[in-house]
C-alpha cells in the first residue's frame, strides 16, 4: 500500500480505497470503446496518405476509387475548404497543393467495409513533386530558411502565443527575471550543458477513431474517444463556420489517451466524407500504423541549459533554450512549449532566470500533447544538469536539492508566490527515506554489473485559467446523476468524483452515478487532460452540490414553514433544527411538485480565481497555475558494463497531489506512470529519418511489457491545497516525469558516465564507458 | 483488419500439398502458423489466390525421436518447449523456441515456419544450426534433405525451390557430453526482436578439450548463420580463458549485422563478441 | 470463396458460413457482434485480440477463421462461470487492477488459460507467461497481484 504521512479526517468516501464502478462492465468485455461502435448505416473511412515528407500535390485523380462498387465517396483536398487547430489554425482537412508531413492524408474513401476502403485506396492514382525536406528544428530556426508554413501569419491563432511569420516558429515563450547576465556573473561557476530527448508515441491500445454524421439541419453529430469533448466542439465549429450548438459530441469509451486524444485528428476527415455521404455515418478509425505516422507525439526537444551557482550549491542564475520539434502542423505545440518552458527551471529558487521556448515547425510527424505538456522533457534537463553540477562541485545530491528546493513563500520563475501546498521538500525527504528502508534488493545474478542510485525532483503547473461546469441532477427518490464533460480514461476519475460528490451530499456512493459526456446534454469541462479533473471538476461539483443542497434547504423551508437560517441539510434530508423535524429529498420533491415529483439540478462553475496571463516579455503573472503539483523519484539500477544495458531495480515514487481522494487509483496512476517513463526512459524511440518513420509498429517501437518492470513503491505527500476539494490538486502527469533523469542519475552514480540524451540505450552507455577509459587512460599517460 | 481475398485450402497429405502447390504456382502461398502470412496479406504485400494450409497434415505437427529427432514443420514452438522428449534428446531446442516472442505468439508460430520463411532474425534457426539439423524438403520430384548451414542464402532466401515444401527438420542425436547454452539478447522490451541470438553446442571431454563446436548466429546477419572460423579455433583445443576470448572475437567478425531499432551494426558486433564469450565461459565451467 | 464452418461459441453450437479471407477476429466481432474482443495493433504483438480456441491462447486478429472449423471458441464473453464472475474477473475488480480497461479481456482469457494449466504460479512465472498482452496504464502490478490471489486460492 502507499506510505502516507498524514492521519486522514474522519471521511466516509474520499480518502477511502474505493473500487472503481466501471470496472465490472470492462471485465466483461461490456464497456463499449469507439473502436466497437457500430453504427446503421454506417461507412468505412480510409485515407491514403503522402509518402513524402514535403512535396506539391502535382496531380490527384479519385474517379477510378470512387468507381468501385461499395465506395459511396472518394474525395480529396479540393473538395474540402476547412482547415483546423487548436493553437494555430493551419491545417488542412486533407492536404491540398503540399503536403508537410509523411503520412499527412491527400485523399479519403468512405465505403461499406473496411474490405473495400482498403482495395480503393490503391485505386487512387497521385502524382507528387517533391520538395527539399527541412528535418532538423536548430536549421529551421536559422535565418534564410525554407518555410514550412509561407501563411503562419494568415492563420488564426489563439492571442496566447507569439508566432513568427516568415519563419518556422509558430511559438515564442519568454521568461525574463531578474539580470541572468548579472547573475552569472556573481556566480562562483557556471555551467553549460546540453540535453536531448526523443519522438515517443503514447501507444495507447485503443487507437483513435471518430464517426461523423450530418443531419438534415446540417448539424454535425461526432463520436469519439476523445477526451475533450468541448475543445471538437470548438475547433470542429471553428473549422466549419458553424455555431457551437450545431457540433454534438458523444464520447465513447476511452482506451487509453495520455494528452494524443485531446485534439481533433481522425474526425475532419471523417466530417469531410460524411458530408458527402447523404447523412450516413462515416467512420475513422487509426490503424496502429497511422497512429505512429499521422497522429501526435512527444516533442523531441534539444534543451540548452546555463546555469549560475555558488560554491556551496546555491542557484544563482538559469538561462535556458528549449526547441520544441512540432512537426508539420502545429496542433497543441505551442501550449506544450508553453507549458515547458514555465516549469522549466525546475522546483528551485532563483532570482535571475532568462527562458526561451521555441515551438518550430517541420517536416516531421507532428508534436503534440504528451502526458506532462512539455514538463517531462524539461525534467530530464533541470535534473540531469542538477546532478552535473553536484558532482563538479563534490556536493551531494539530496544536499544539492535542499539547499535550493521551494518553501512556501518563495516566488516561481514566473513571479507566482507560492502560498499553498508546496510539500516538494518533503516528498525528497520521503522518497530517500523509504529507498533506504526498503528491504534490501537480492544480490545481482550477474558478475558484470554495477549498481547505482540516483533521483530526481520536479514540479509541474496546470494551464490556468480553465473553467469546468457540472450539473448535480436529483430524482424524486434522492437519486443522484453526475452530468459532466470529464472522461473516464482509466485514471479513475469517475470514481473520485463520485465519492467527492457522495461526501458533499452525505449520501451513499451507490446513488451517486456517473456516464459518458454528450455535449447535448453534459455541460462545459475544458478537457480531461493536466492533471486538472480532480481539482476543477471537483471544485465544479462541489458548488454544483452546494446549489443543490441549497435549493432543498429552501423548498424545505417553505414546507416546514420555517426561516432559511433555521434548516439544516444532513444526509439527503433537510432538518429544520431546534424542532427536530425534517424531510426527506423525496418529501421535499414531492411536497413541491406533487406525486410524480421533478427533478433538482445543482449547477456549479468553477475558474481558479486570481488567474493573469502572463506578460509576454517577461513571462511574469501573480498566478499562472491553479496549483503546482511536486514529485520526487528515487531508482536504483544495474549496469550491465560489458553489454550497456541497464535494468531499473526499484522506483520509490513521492508525490505532493495535495489530498488523495482515492489511494488504489492514485497507486495504480503512479504504478502505470512510472513504466510508462521508464518506456521512455531506456528504450522508446520513433526512429524518423528524413521525415520519414522507420519503426511504426509494435513490433518494432517497444513498449514496456511485463518482464521489464521494477518494483514500484508510491509514497503519497499530502499538502493540502487551500482551494482544492478536500485540499487535493492533481497527480495524472507527474508520475512519469522524474523517472528519466532519476535513471540517468543513478547511471551516473553506478558507472560515472552522463548520458545526457534519451532514450538510455545500451550502447550509449557502452560508448560513454569507452569514451571514460580513453579519457583515463590519456590523462594517465600526461596526454 | 481486413485480407485481400484468396481462397483456403487444406490438403490432408504432404502429396496434395505438393500437387496444389504445382497446380498454382506462384498463385500460392504455404502457410502453416499463419504469422508470418497473415501480416504479408493485411500489408498488402502478398496476394495470391490460394492459400494452401499444412495444418490438416497429420504427420506434419509431430515429433518424433528415433535415433534422430524429426520435428514436423507445423509443429509449434509451445509444442517443443512442452516435448519431454526434446528437452532430452536436444535441450537446445526447448531453450530456443521458449524465447521465441512471446507464449502466444509460440501457440501460433511453428518451427517450419521460421525456418522456411528464411528471416535472418528467426530465433530457432541459431539453435537448429547448432545442432547440426538438416531441412526435409518435398517437391515435385521426391524428397531431398539440405543441411541446414546449406539452407540459407541470404534475405528472406532460402534452397527452397518453387514447389517444394519444407517437411521437417532433422536433427541427429548430439554425442554424450554435448553441452548446449543459449541466450536471446535484446536491448529493448524483452519481447522483441534480438539485437543477438547465440546458440552453442559443445561436445568438450573431461578435460576440457573441445572435440567439437557450433557456434549459431542469429540476427546478426541478412541469415541465420555458423560462426564456422571461431568453431575451427576452438575444435581440438581446450577451452582457456584466452582461447575463448579469441573465438568470441573471430565469430564477431565474420558476422554482417544491420542497423536497426535493435541496435547499429558495430553494437551488435560487440554484442556477439560479449554473449559468445559468456557461453563458451559457461559452457567451460560448467 | 465461401465455405460453412462449424464452431462452437461461448458454449454454443454454431453453423456460419463465412468467407476464407476472414480472420478469427472478423468473425467473432463483425459477423458474431461479440464486442468484448479489441483490435490493438493487428501484428499479433499486443494480445488485445485473444481468445481461446480449444482452450489455448490465440491472437484472433491472425488467425483464419477457415482453421476453426470444428474447434471451441471462448471470448470474454464466455468467460463467466454459471453466470457469475470467473473468479479471475473479480479479482482484477477487487485489485484495482483494471484501468482503461481495453487489454483487460485478453489478458483475462490468457491468465484463464494459464491457470488452468499452472495453478500455483510464482509471480515470477505469471510475469513470464503475461509479456505477450500488452498494458499501456497499468504497469502490471496489480494484474500480477490479482492473478496470484486467484492461484493461492
Request: with cysteine; net charge negative.
Amino acid at each position: 500500500m502507499g506510505v502516507t504521512n498524514k492521519q486522514a479526517p474522519s471521511f466516509k468516501y474520499v480518502g477511502k480505497p474505493i473500487k472503481r464502478g466501471e470496472a465490472v462492465d470492462k471485465v466483461k468485455g461490456q464497456w463499449v470503446y469507439g473502436t466497437d461502435l457500430v453504427l446503421p448505416g454506417m461507412l468505412y473511412a480510409k485515407a491514403l496518405r503522402s509518402p513524402y515528407p514535403h512535396a506539391r500535390i502535382v496531380s490527384i485523380d479519385v474517379s477510378r476509387a470512387r468507381g468501385l462498387v461499395g465506395v459511396r465517396a472518394a474525395i480529396t483536398g479540393k473538395d474540402v475548404d476547412y482547415m483546423f487547430g487548436s493553437a494555430i489554425q493551419d491545417e488542412p482537412f486533407i492536404a491540398r497543393d503540399k503536403v508537410r508531413y509523411a503520412g499527412e492524408p491527400v485523399a479519403a474513401v468512405a465505403a461499406i467495409s473496411e474490405e473495400i476502403a482498403r482495395e480503393a485506396i490503391d485505386l487512387i492514382d497521385v502524382e507528387y513533386e517533391e520538395l527539399p525536406g527541412i528535418f532538423d528544428p536548430l536549421e529551421a530556426m536559422k535565418e534564410g530558411s525554407a518555410l514550412v508554413h509561407e501563411d503562419l501569419g494568415l492563420y488564426a491563432t489563439e492571442p496566447t502565443y507569439t508566432t513568427y511569420p516568415g519563419t518556422n516558429i509558430c511559438n515564442h515563450t519568454k521568461i525574463r527575471r531578474g539580470d541572468v547576465e548579472q547573475g552569472f556573473r556573481e556566480a562562483d561557476e557556471v555551467y553549460e550543458d546540453v540535453y536531448t530527448t526523443q519522438y515517443v508515441q503514447h501507444c495507447p491500445l485503443e487507437t483513435h477513431v471518430g464517426i461523423a454524421q450530418i443531419g438534415s439541419d446540417g448539424a454535425v453529430t461526432m463520436w469519439s474517444n476523445s477526451q475533450a469533448p468541448y475543445n471538437f466542439v470548438r475547433d470542429m465549429g471553428n473549422a466549419l463556420g458553424l455555431p457551437y450548438n450545431m457540433i454534438r459530441v458523444i464520447s465513447t469509451g476511452v482506451g487509453g489517451g495520455f494528452g494524443s486524444k485531446i485534439y481533433l485528428r481522425p474526425e475532419p476527415l471523417a466530417v469531410a466524407l460524411a458530408k458527402v455521404t447523404d447523412g450516413k455515418p462515416v467512420k475513422h478509425a487509426f490503424t496502429r500504423e497511422e497512429e505512429f505516422t499521422s497522429c501526435v507525439l512527444k516533442h523531441p526537444t534539444n534543451l540548452t541549459f546555463k546555469t549560475g551557482v555558488k560554491r556551496d550549491g546555491t542557484l544563482v542564475a538559469r538561462k535556458i533554450t528549449a526547441i520544441f520539434n512540432t512537426g508539420g502542423y502545429a496542433d497543441t505545440g505551442p501550449l506544450v512549449a508553453r507549458n515547458g518552458a514555465f516549469s522549466g527551471t525546475g522546483p528551485y529558487r532563483l532570482d535571475n532566470i532568462w527562458v526561451d521556448s521555441y515551438c518550430v515547425y517541420t517536416n516531421n510527424p507532428q508534436g503534440g500533447a504528451f502526458r506532462g505538456y512539455g514538463v517531462p522533457q524539461l525534467t530530464w534537463a533541470h535534473e540531469s544538469q542538477m546532478d552535473d553540477i553536484a558532482r563538479r562541485l563534490g556536493i551531494d545530491p539530496v544536499e544539492i536539492r535542499m539547499r535550493n528546493l521551494f518553501e512556501l513563500g518563495d516566488s516561481t520563475c514566473t513571479g507566482e508566490v507560492l502560498r499553498t501546498s508546496v510539500g516538494v521538500k518533503e516528498t525528497l525527504r520521503r522518497a530517500v527515506e523509504v529507498s533506504e528502508q526498503a528491504k534490501p534488493l537480492p544480490a545481482p545474478d550477474n558478475p558484470n554489473v554495477v549498481r547505482g542510485r540516483g533521483l530526481a525532483t520536479m514540479h509541474k503547473l496546470t494551464y490556468t485559467p480553465t473553467t469546468s461546469t457540472a450539473i448535480v441532477k436529483m430524482h424524486q427518490d434522492g437519486s443522484v446523476n453526475i452530468l459532466s464533460s470529464t472522461l473516464e480514461m482509466g485514471q479513475g476519475i469517475y470514481t473520485a468524483l463520485r465519492q467527492m460528490v457522495a461526501e458533499r451530499l452525505e449520501l451513499p456512493l451507490e446513488h451517486i452515478r456517473i456516464s459518458p459526456p454528450d455535449t447535448d446534454y453534459t455541460p462545459y469541462d475544458q478537457t480531461t487532460s493536466g492533471s486538472r479533473s480532480v481539482f476543477h471538476m471537483g471544485n465544479a461539483l462541489m458548488l454544483a452540490s452546494g446549489h443543490l443542497i441549497e435549493q432543498l434547504r429552501e423548498l424545505a423551508a417553505k414546507l416546514l414553514d420555517c426561516p432559511l437560517d433555521e434548516t439544516e441539510y444532513r444526509e439527503g434530508a433537510v432538518w429544520r433544527k431546534e424542532a427536530n423535524e425534517y424531510l426527506s429529498a423525496r418529501a421535499i420533491i414531492a411536497g413541491r411538485f406533487g406525486p410524480r415529483g421533478s427533478t433538482i439540478q445543482g449547477q456549479g462553475t468553477f475558474t481558479p480565481p486570481g488567474a493573469q496571463a502572463p506578460d509576454k516579455e517577461t513571462g511574469q503573472s501573480p498566478k499562472v497555475s491553479a496549483f503546482w503539483m511536486y514529485a520526487t523519484q528515487v531508482a536504483d539500477v544495474e549496469v550491465d558494463v560489458e553489454t550497456g544495458q541497464v535494468k531499473v531495480l526499484r522506483v520509490v515514487a513521492a508525490h505532493d497531489a495535495g489530498r488523495i481522494i482515492n489511494p488504489d487509483g492514485a497507486e495504480a496512476q503512479i504504478e502505470g506512470g512510472v513504466v510508462q517513463g521508464l518506456g521512455a526512459t531506456l528504450h522508446e524511440e520513433m526512429i524518423v529519418k528524413d521525415g520519414i518513420a522507420l519503426n511504426p509498429s509494435f513490433a518494432e517501437y517497444k513498449i514496456p511489457a511485463s518482464m521489464d518492470v521494477p518494483e514500484i513503491i508510491p509514497v503519497f505527500v499530502e499538502t493540502e491545497h487551500d482551494e482544492g476539494p478536500y485540499g487535493a490538486k492533481g497527480l495524472g502527469e507527474p508520475v512519469l516525469a522524474p523517472v528519466s533523469p532519476a535513471i540517468a542519475n543513478a547511471v551516473l552514480d553506478a558507472v560515472g558516465v552522463r548520458i545526457s540524451s534519451l532514450p538510455i540505450t545500451p550502447e550509449k552507455v557502452l560508448r560513454a564507458l569507452a569514451e571514460k577509459q580513453r579519457a583515463a587512460a590519456s590523462q594517465e599517460a600526461g596526454t | 483488419m481486413s485480407l485481400p481475398s484468396f481462397e483456403y485450402k487444406a490438403p490432408g497429405t504432404v502429396e496434395e500439398a505438393v500437387t496444389l502447390l504445382a497446380e498454382y504456382g506462384d498463385d500460392a502461398i504455404i502457410v502453416a502458423g499463419g504469422l508470418t502470412v497473415v501480416i504479408l496479406l493485411r500489408e498488402r504485400l502478398a496476394r495470391p489466390s490460394v492459400l494452401i494450409s499444412l495444418s490438416d497434415i497429420p504427420e506434419l505437427s509431430a515429433i518424433t525421436v528415433n535415433g534422430n529427432a524429426i520435428i514436423g514443420a507445423t509443429v509449434t514452438h509451445d509444442q517443443v518447449t512442452r516435448s519431454a522428449a526434446l528437452a532430452e534428446f536436444a535441450p537446445l531446442m526447448g531453450m530456443a523456441c521458449g524465447r521465441v516472442g512471446s507464449p502466444g505468439i509460440r501457440n501460433m508460430g511453428t518451427v517450419g515456419g521460421s525456418v522456411s520463411h528464411g528471416d535472418g532474425a528467426s530465433d530457432t534457426a541459431p539453435a537448429l544450426l547448432a545442432l547440426g539439423a538438416e531441412a526435409v524438403i518435398a517437391g515435385p520430384d521426391g524428397q531431398r534433405t539440405v543441411p541446414l548451414k546449406e539452407f540459407f542464402f541470404g534475405v528472406f532466401d532460402t534452397a527452397l525451390e518453387d514447389g517444394e515444401i519444407l517437411t521437417a527438420l532433422r536433427i541427429p542425436p548430439a554425442s554424450p557430453g554435448t553441452q548446449m547454452r543459449f541466450k536471446k539478447y535484446t536491448c529493448t522490451s524483452a519481447e522483441a526482436y534480438a539485437a543477438v541470438t547465440v546458440a552453442t553446442a559443445l561436445d568438450l571431454t573431461p578435460d576440457g578439450t573441445c572435440r567439437v563446436a557450433r557456434i549459431g548466429l542469429g540476427s546478426v546477419a541478412p541469415k541465420p548463420m555458423r560462426a564456422v572460423e571461431a568453431e575451427a579455433l576452438l575444435q581440438g583445443n581446450k577451452l582457456t580463458p584466452e582461447l575463448i576470448a579469441e573465438a568470441a572475437n573471430v565469430a564477431a567478425g565474420e558476422t554482417d549485422p544491420p542497423s536497426d531499432g535493435q541496435g547499429t551494426s558495430g553494437y551488435r558486433r560487440d554484442m556477439t563478441r560479449v554473449w559468445v564469450r559468456r557461453l563458451l565461459e559457461d559452457t567451460a565451467g560448467g | 470463396m465461401n465455405r460453412s464452418i462449424a464452431v462452437t461459441v461461448n458454449g454454443e453450437a454454431l453453423t456460419v458460413d463465412i468467407k476464407d479471407n476472414w480472420t478469427l477476429f472478423h468473425l467473432i466481432k463483425d459477423t458474431l457482434g461479440l464486442v468484448g474482443t479489441k483490435d490493438g495493433c493487428r501484428q499479433g504483438v499486443c494480445g488485445s485480440c485473444t481468445v481461446l480456441v480449444d482452450g489455448m491462447p490465440v491472437r484472433s486478429c491472425m488467425a483464419l477463421a477457415a482453421r476453426c472449423d470444428g474447434k471451441v471458441v471462448t471470448t470474454i464473453e464466455g468467460l463467466r462461470e454459471n453466470g457469475e464472475l470467473h473468479p479471475l474477473q473479480q479479482a482484477f475488480i477487487d485489485a484495482g487492477a483494471v484501468q482503461c480497461g481495453f487489454c483487460t479481456p485478453g489478458i483475462l482469457l490468457t491468465m484463464a488459460a494459464y491457470l488452468k494449466e499452472h495453478p500455483s504460479p510464482s509471480e515470477d512465472d505469471v510475469r513470464e507467461a503475461l509479456i505477450g498482452n500488452l498494458c499501456r496504464c497499468t504497469g502490471y502490478a496489480r494484474i500480477i497481484r490479482a492473478v496470484m490471489k486467484v492461484s493461492a486460492a
